[in-house]
């Protein structure tokens, strides 16, 4: 006898009560039959594999029918590397094209979108998929359709909406969902999600999601515990109800530790013949399979081979079974609960671990062939995607059909707005033609393949791997090989090179290309043309930018071509950096406009980036926000938050809202959980802003930052902003040498991949600088000599960008204006307590009031409280003790606004000096003036000692009657008050 799965569930009415409550399908509280009204709610559901998820949607489900409510599901599939974009959500609209076909029909009417995901139109062999739907989609298109569907069809009555597994989603349904969770729906629509817990590792996609999700407002998280001992003795009661002796059930109960899956498992190989109990988990997946003939086994096998669920059709065609045969070795294989039939009337195995298991247990040749199999009934007709035949014609190393279905796979994951789904299909392509003799037989211009792939990896934000895959390709040209590939691919990996830092030289790879293609009028010769102005613009070129961009407009109003003529208008219109501002923007903005007209996605989002930088440039941040903002949404919309500008302006944004101060807004925007994780790359990029944020607030990030020096020389802003970090951990712990380490380092490695007088080596220093200044107190009179003249070193080399300086705007921006001041103060700061060459206080003070008002120009929240801590210091220390106080009142507030907590403590003792009463020369003994002398120099108590002939322990006496006497609360600050009150020379 088998042993069934329980149709009664077990051990979780508190969950499904609670569930109910939040989606509103039975509110707390009301009885059953009640109506629920309007009320809604979204909940995401996890738990271990097994656990009972599943169980208990199923439950759900009957009790929103028992409530009046519709229910439509969607299921993700572990397609493993053959990714389906929207899966689930094409099921979802078949179901309701099934259901309610006057709803599907009028939505489709007012969002054509919607026809992209008919499951019929994503079926090889399905209906023609020429003309328009051969075009990119806008995704925000495609989630508005989905949205206003699902709207539509709450009409009626009251929708639940159940995505499940979706630990084996796709990114771009991840983003549907994300675009669900946090888009309000009007009419009574409830949307509850599942995924596995125990399959999100630290790097799982999902796992940033669910927390973005998490904090969505209505997002409530239901996470299912294993069962309790006596319900999986209430489990198994049901499930075996001849029982067992105490000792199998202790051992199933013990074994299973609440999994009601492995309860289940376990249960039905006991009742078998013998009740057997195998020895692992793996024996207790595989051990029914034993007790089917022959002729269902083959079935069993066949299927795990399709995946979690397979339709009769393709087990028909893949199986070889005649139609008796396959029907009674289906028979056996439901009866036994190894497969079950859903709604749709296709199979899958009653746990995705099962089928698993299956698959794994197969033999390599049994696979290739099963496998080859599914190729075969494919090609013959069956119902099935492209990407599914890919994934089969590759693991049945039919490897000529796999490329060909990679490349159409690619093609359709690009149309409904899924980048890495294929970015990962035409690399699946480009590694199959690794074989010459396969390259050479195939009628294919391979660079367009190649060109696709990097376009792909740029969009979903790794435009490093595209630059290395078109560098790849091209090596391994034939010598014979046209021109135009080469043309094309090196045309395509300049522009790439762009966008990361490295050593490369683009402008002569890009005029290679240009050499290469041929003259005349061609779309090629066009796109090399435009691609090689926008190089020559990144680099600085600007006139033989302009020339070159007039002579690809022309060529690409002459054929017509709009899309590239928006990318060379914005490429134009950004070389307008040397007029003024607002022709700049005037420019930009239309070049907007026209992108938008075109559908240039890509030449939008790098106008609204643009536009962004040159508000940013000039400090006016509402503006900035506006742009940036936008062309983040877009790119999100669009499903490619990382490709290029719409990552860009994501990480400038971040920067405007830490200069602004508001931090909590900063990292918000820094967690990317609505998307996948970022790449490496963008990700070591925005992560520096929000260290300098936590920083600030008294969390040690150092080591973290230092694991950011391998992406030092991949990208400069890595560079800037993390070696800032660790110069400013370096200043809070009084660690001068660490300080100028970095400083030497980063100046190095920027040096080698741009170029020595870089701008933001103005920053850099002043940073550097000020990490000295915080250390000198306790530095020697030696050391202190040493360090003052590192520092004259680091000052004048600013100096030295600012006389280089050179922008087509010819603007010094805000920013730089206060770093250039930042630099020169911190100097004379050093100066001054290092006692070397130290300024007249007029200068000092001067110098920071400079730096306070540049500061507040700029915006800098932050870094203006830092400024008017140091000057509240300086002013205390000369005796101005109203202006510290005032000073000190303004950048206390801002700490403890932002959470400042170093700062407050900083000020904290600042403030803690008690009101001095002035002191006379008299007061001090001529040993004391002596010593005071020496002090003011820089020497240590050893130092004295040993120029006085007097221990070490009589000089800190000595020291300390000083410091009571001239009401110091340190050397640093005895010494100031000497010099003002002439007590030293």
């Not at 199959?432 to 979903?460: G, T």
């Not at 944004?653 to 101060?661: A, D, S």
């Amino acid at each position: 006898m088998a042993a069934h799965t329980s149709r009664t569930l077990v051990g979780r009415d508190a969950e499904l009560t609670e569930i109910a409550s939040l989606l509103g399908v039975r509110p707390s509280g009301t009885d059953p039959g009640a109506q629920t009204g309007a009320q809604t709610g979204m909940v995401l559901l996890s738990g271990d594999a097994g656990v009972g998820k599943t169980r208990l949607l199923t439950e759900l489900r009957d009790l929103a029918f028992a409530e009046g409510w519709q229910v439509v599901a969607g299921h993700c599939l572990d397609f493993g590397d053959s990714a389906l974009p929207y899966l689930p959500f094409s099921e979802v609209l078949g179901r309701l094209a099934t259901d309610r076909p006057d709803v599907v029909e009028e939505v489709g009417a007012r969002h054509p979108a919607l026809a992209r995901l008919q499951p019929g139109r994503r079926m090889m062999g399905g209906p023609d998929r020429s003309g328009d739907d051969q075009g990119a989609l806008d995704r925000g298109d495609l989630f508005e359709a989905m949205h206003a569907l699902l709207e539509a069809a709450s009409v009626k009555a009251p929708l639940l909406l159940v995505i499940e597994d979706t630990h084996w989603a796709d990114q771009s349904t991840r983003d549907m969902i994300s675009f669900l969770f946090s888009r309000p729906f009007d009419g009574p629509v409830s949307v509850v999600v599942s995924y596995r817990s125990d399959d999100l590792h630290r790097r799982h996609p999902l796992r940033r999601q669910v927390a973005e999700w998490s904090r969505f407002g209505g997002v409530n998280r239901v996470a299912l515990s294993p069962l309790p001992d006596d319900a999986v003795r209430a489990l198994i009661a049901q499930l075996a109800p001849e029982g067992f002796t105490e000792k199998e059930l202790a051992d199933i109960v013990d074994r299973a530790e609440g999994n009601a899956f492995f309860v289940e498992e376990l249960t039905s190989a006991a009742a078998g013949p013998g009740r057997w109990v195998p020895a692992d988990l793996a024996d207790v997946l595989l051990v029914r399979l034993d007790r089917l003939d022959d002729t269902a086994r083959q079935v069993v096998r066949t299927a795990s081979v399709a995946g979690r669920r397979v339709s009769h059709e393709m087990l028909a065609a893949a199986s070889g079974l005649d139609a008796s045969a396959l029907d009674e070795g289906l028979r056996k294989a439901v009866e036994m609960n190894i497969l079950v039939v859903g709604a749709d009337g296709r199979y899958s195995f009653r746990h995705a671990l099962l089928g698993e298991a299956v698959y794994d247990d197969l033999l390599p040749g049994e696979r290739v062939r099963l496998h080859a199999q599914y190729v075969a009934a494919l090609q013959a007709g069956a119902r099935g995607t492209a990407a599914e035949l890919a994934r089969h014609a590759r693991l049945a190393m039919d490897l000529d059909t796999a490329l060909t279905a990679s490349i159409q796979a690619g093609n359709e994951a690009s149309q409904v707005g899924g980048p890495d789904e294929a970015a990962y299909h035409y690399q699946q392509a480009l590694e199959l033609l690794v074989d010459p003799r396969r390259c050479a037989q195939v009628d294919l211009d391979l660079s367009k393949l190649v060109v696709s792939a990097a376009e792909a990896l740029s969009a979903s934000g790794d435009p490093e791997r595209a630059v290395k895959v078109i560098a790849e390709q091209v090596d391994r040209l034939p010598v014979d090989a046209p021109t135009t590939w080469r043309a094309r691919m090196m045309s395509t990996q300049a522009l790439m090179m762009m966008m990361i830092d490295g050593d490369y030289d683009p402008v002569s790879i890009s005029a290679e290309a240009v050499a290469l293609v041929p003259d005349g009028d061609s779309g090629l010769r066009t796109r090399v043309l435009a691609n090689h102005a926008r190089v020559l613009a990144g680099m600085g070129q600007y006139d033989e930018a302009q020339t070159v961009g007039l002579d690809a407009l022309h060529l690409a109003e002459r054929l017509d071509l709009h899309e590239l003529a928006s990318e060379v208008i914005t490429t134009l219109s950004g070389l307008k950096k040397a007029g003024p501002k607002e022709g700049l923007r005037h420019a930009l903005a239309d070049a907007v406009a026209r992108a938008e007209a075109t559908g240039a996605l890509s030449s939008e989002l790098r106008a609204r980036y643009l536009l962004g930088r040159s508000y940013e440039d000039w400090a006016e941040f509402d503006e900035t926000e506006r742009w940036f903002r936008s062309a983040i949404d877009r790119g999100t919309d669009a499903g490619m938050p990382y490709a290029p500008y719409a990552f860009e302006a994501r990480w400038q944004l971040t920067w405007v809202l830490l200069v602004q101060g508001r931090w909590d807004e900063a990292l918000d925007l820094i967690d990317t959980g609505q998307d996948s994780p970022p790449p490496p790359l963008p990700r070591a990029l925005i992560a520096p802003l929000r260290m300098q944020i936590l920083q600030a607030r008294g969390v040690d990030v150092c080591d973290e930052a230092r694991m950011l020096r391998r992406f030092w020389a991949r990208d400069g802003g890595v560079a800037i902003n993390a070696s800032a970090v660790e110069m400013d951990a370096a200043g809070l712990r009084g660690d001068a040498a660490a300080a100028v380490e970095v400083y030497d380092a980063v100046v190095a490695v920027l040096t080698r991949i741009w170029h020595e007088w870089f701008s933001a080596r103005i920053r850099l220093g002043a940073v550097t600088i000020g990490a000295v200044a915080r250390a000198m107190p306790e530095m020697s009179g030696a050391e202190r000599a040493a360090y003052v003249e590192r520092v004259d070193r680091i000052h004048a080399d600013g100096h030295v960008v600012l006389d280089r300086y050179a922008d087509p705007s010819g603007h010094w921006g805000p920013e730089g204006r206060a770093w250039m001041k930042r630099l020169d103060a911190e100097t004379l700061r050093v100066r001054w307590l290092a006692g070397i060459d130290a300024p007249p206080l007029d200068a000092l003070l001067d110098s920071w009031r400079d730096a306070e008002v540049l500061f507040e120009d700029f915006g800098h929240v932050y870094e203006l409280a830092r400024v008017r801590t140091v000057l509240a210091g300086i002013l205390r220390a000369t005796g101005d003790l109203a202006g510290a106080r005032e000073l000190g009142d303004l950048a206390r507030a801002t700490a403890h606004r932002l959470g400042a907590q170093p700062l407050l403590d900083e000020l904290r003792v600042l403030g803690s000096t008690p009101v001095r009463e002035e002191s006379t020369p008299d007061a001090l003994t001529p040993r004391e003036s002596e010593i005071l002398q020496l002090v003011a120099q820089g020497r240590s108590n050893g130092e004295i000692a040993k120029q006085l002939f007097i221990s070490a322990k009589t000089v800190s006496v000595h020291v300390s009657n000083i410091l009571g006497k001239l009401d110091a609360s340190g050397r640093t600050e005895a010494a100031a008050i000497a010099r003002r009150r002439g007590l030293v020379g």
